[in-house]
Nanobody
Framework: QVQLVESGGGLVQPGGSLRLSCAAS????????MGWYRQAPGKQRELVAA???????NYADSVKGRFTISRDKAKNTVYLQMNSLKPEDTAVYYC????????????WGQGTQVTVSS
């Protein structure tokens, strides 16, 4: 089992920045990729950014150039740096882990609220 704990959410004005953190513990050797998802009220959950164990990253078109996913292997932590935030970025953000050989993310954190509002 893998445990994921997010932190760093909050209220920020449009144009501001936040950094989310996701600390992983447990059987992390089984994880091949980490991702950040978000879900806004009334909308489907969407993948915002992901990073593989090899360091390959990908981003949703809506956040390219504004968000950056990174990791600190020594701390077993994945980060999501969010810049130039917009009101439409408001959502609950979830950290997720995907095991080697699996196509779906099956480890999830509890979520952290990000609200972008003036």
């Amino acid at each position: 089992q893998v445990q994921l704990v997010e932190s760093g959410g909050g209220l920020v004005q449009p144009g501001g920045s936040l950094r989310l953190s996701c600390a992983a513990s447990g059987s992390i050797f089984s994880i091949n990729a980490m991702g950040w998802y978000r879900q806004a009220p009334g909308k489907q959950r969407e993948l915002v950014a992901a990073i593989t164990s090899g360091g390959i990253t990908n981003y949703a078109d809506s956040v390219k150039g504004r968000f950056t996913i990174s990791r600190d292997k020594a701390k077993n932590t994945v980060y999501l740096q969010m810049n130039s935030l917009k009101p439409e970025d408001t959502a609950v953000y979830y950290c997720a882990g995907r095991r080697l050989g699996f196509t779906e993310y099956d480890y999830w954190g509890q979520g952290t609220q990000v609200t972008v509002s003036s």
